[in-house]
């Protein structure tokens, strides 16, 4: 009988300290697109706002790669945590004293910055770290619960951010999601797990280019991968054109209603994903990937163009809005039933192709390749919600989506999986 993966006090310790930073971090991510919206009125400022930080994390991420794959992950995690934990606060002191529109929004741009510098180092050393602590033959019952604890706080952090938002306001967020840095440095810090691996060459700026280069030559050799990531790059943009700021403005500005009827179309989402999660946990790793990536690649685009319908009787006001609210509520749920379908065992396969050596690096290529689409969906969005109307972000996403499908289905490479 398969031993249980939380009681390696390691992967516990791990488990915890992610937990707490991502609820912080859901707070922040949550605040702020709706807190520029509130005080701009501009989808384009919001769009531009995420644009920003979506660029500088993808930038920067190669190097963070090159770093994390020469050093100590278990203290580059709990550094960065620390440095952005007290960076955070002070953001949140700054807002808590000025109205000026200007010197908010460039706290805000200065606290992404900071948070995407010591990010582009977090990340990979995190990602890398699970190949470390855990053995093979556990990897899916991990992702698992790494999936799960990613439903859970977003349950947790979704629900209590509209709250906090409206009863106590944005300044406390931050606050709140300092703090949560810094609890969570502290559990890292106690995790015992040797990841420093033995490298020959000196750390140097024309070695890390060097170190890059490799990442990206290593991950296009594995031809299948690289073609499944090509598809996530288009795939992630209508996601991000209706959740990045689809949504966020149709409920702030179209609709005019609290956060938290935004918030809580997360919280159902994460409630659905945890018993698909729990679900999959209890399976034995299929070595066959396809048939079922294929089944739930299916579901999830069929449960999206629902969602997206439901999206568009909400901005047209063609039902009324509670009917329409909770036909969304359902069609989300569904949709991340089918979400976590897809997303556990392509994971597994991920973490179980790539060498140790090359873990971090290969990760963050893979990263930003999903990734690259966010920036300018960001951009692209908002300039179409404030010129055209949202209608048409709706339909634009809709037809990138089904040409993801398309190509996934008739792809005889990713057919061998």
């Known amino acids: 009988m398969r031993k249980n993966i939380l009681r390696d006090k390691n992967f516990l310790l ?64 709990y550094m960065t945590d620390y440095v952005r934990g007290v960076a955070i606060i002070i953001a949140g002191l700054v807002i808590f004293n000025t109205e000026s529109i200007q010197v908010i929004l460039a706290t805000l741009y200065a606290a992404a910055f900071v948070n995407s510098v010591f990010g582009s180092l977090f990340g990979p050393a995190s990602s890398a770290l699970v190949k470390y602590m855990v053995a093979e033959e556990n990897l899916q019952q991990a992702n698992s619960y790494l999936q799960i604890k990613n439903s859970v706080q977003s349950i947790l952090g979704m629900a209590l951010a509209g709250f906090i938002y409206t009863w106590f306001g944005p300044a406390w967020i931050f606050i709140l999601n300092g703090i949560t840095f810094i609890m969570s440095g502290f559990t890292e810090m106690f995790i015992r797990v040797e990841t420093q691996e033995e490298i020959e060459t000196k750390t140097t700026f024309k070695q890390i280019l060097i170190d890059i280069k490799d990442g990206w030559a290593y991950v296009y050799s594995k031809k299948t991968i690289f073609r499944l990531m090509l598809i996530a790059v288009f795939l992630n943009f209508p996601f991000a054109l209706l959740f990045g700021i689809g949504l966020p403005y149709l409920f702030n500005q179209t609709l005019n209603v609290a956060p938290s009827y935004l918030s809580w179309v997360e919280v159902v989402m994460s409630v659905s994903m945890i018993f698909m999660m729990v679900y999959l946990s209890r399976l034995e790793m299929n070595e066959k990937y396809y048939v079922n990536l294929r089944k739930y690649m299916i579901l999830t685009t069929v449960f999206y163009l629902l969602s997206v319908a439901v999206v568009y009787t909400m901005d047209s006001s063609v039902l009324p809005f509670n009917i329409s609210y909770g036909l969304f509520l359902f069609a989300m749920a569904l949709m991340a039933v089918a979400s976590a379908g897809l997303n556990v065992p392509l994971q597994t396969f991920f973490v179980k192709a790539f060498d140790k050596e090359m873990f971090a690096r290969a990760m963050v290529a893979i990263g930003i390749m999903s990734s690259v689409s966010y920036p300018l969906a960001s951009v692209l969005g908002g300039l179409i919600i404030d010129n055209l109307g949202l209608s048409y972000l709706l339909g634009l996403s809709v037809s990138i989506y089904i040409f993801c499908l398309s190509w996934f289905l008739v792809d005889k490479k990713i057919k061998e999986i």
């Open 14 to 77: 791990y488990f915890m300290g992610m937990f707490v930073t991502s609820i912080g971090n859901i707070f922040y991510s949550f605040a702020v697109s709706w807190y520029i919206l509130k005080i701009t009125s501009s989808a384009s400022q919001a769009g531009f706002y995420l644009a920003f930080s979506g660029v500088l994390s993808l930038v920067l991420s190669n190097f963070g790669a090159a770093l994390v794959d020469r050093m100590d992950k278990v203290k580059i995690m």
